[in-house]
T-cell receptor
Framework: DAKTTQPTSMDCAEGRAANLPCNHS???????VYWYRQIHSQGPQYIIH???NNETNEMASLIITEDRKSSTLILPHATLRDTAVYYC????????????FGKGTKLSVKP | EAGVTQSPTHLIKTRGQQATLRCSPI?????VYWYQQALGLGLQFLLW???????NRGNFPPRFSGRQFPNYSSELNVNALELEDSALYLC???????????????FGPGTRLTVL
């Protein structure tokens, strides 16, 4: 599975959009981009995933560049409850089951 | 729809004992995954079960083992506990572990194991 690079931490004002970048320059054609988040000491929460096209659900939007080498997770109106560590993971559907979690981005939403 | 459930929430053991952690997947999911998250460290993959069979295991010693039951629930057993086994143990489930559009993993709340 391809390696990902994320900023260590980011701040966002409450009510503003939070844009979390992820670099995955070695992604291959059959690999998906997944985003999870983990609020302190809880289990990771699935947010969204995509292959090539931009995706949107009730939680967030995922923007994938045309060359697929990077992506951005967008939380349109961040709240204090969105404070968490956000993980960008690249994995192929046929991978050996495990997700490889890096260190993620610590997002702090401030009032 | 109920999510992934894990029990117990907290477990305290002493060094050398055995610990058993349990996981119930989302209804309809056949794959179960176990991860370890030690304090201050990232999530490390432990085991993957699908249709009752162990499909893959991470870089952990054999004293970490488990099984999956016919109802797809799973147990993680840790024998000869060591202090460094203290961690949050997370279980995840997916519809299928094979290639396809249905293997997004959904995580439970975890079991906090403390080894004294």
């Amino acid at each position: 599975d391809a390696k990902t690079t994320q900023p260590t931490s980011m701040d966002c004002a409450e009510g503003r959009a939070a844009n979390l970048p992820c670099n995955h320059s070695t992604i291959s054609g059959n690999e998906y981009v997944y985003w999870y988040r983990q609020i302190h000491s809880q289990g990771p929460q699935y947010i969204i995933h995509g292959l090539k096209n931009n995706e949107t659900n009730e939680m967030a939007s995922l923007i994938i560049t045309e060359d697929r080498k990077s992506s951005t997770l967008i939380l349109p109106h961040a709240t204090l409850r969105d404070t968490a560590v956000y993980y960008c993971i690249v994995t192929s559907r046929g991978s050996q089951g495990n997700l490889i979690f890096g260190k993620g981005t610590k997002l702090s939403v401030k009032p | 729809e109920a999510g992934v459930t894990q029990s117990p929430t907290h477990l305290i053991k002493t060094r050398g004992q055995q610990a058993t952690l349990r996981c119930s997947p989302i209804s309809g999911h056949t794959s179960v995954y176990w991860y370890q998250q030690a304090l201050g460290l990232g999530l490390q993959f432990l085991l993957w079960y699908d249709e009752g069979e162990e499909r893959n295991r991470g870089n952990f010693p054999p004293r970490f083992s488990g099984r999956q039951f016919p109802n797809y629930s799973s147990e993680l057993n840790v024998n000869a506990l060591e202090l460094e086994d203290s961690a949050l143990y997370l279980c995840a489930s997916s519809e299928t572990g094979t290639s396809g559009a249905r293997n997004t993993q959904y995580f439970g709340p975890g079991t906090r194991l403390t080894v004294l």
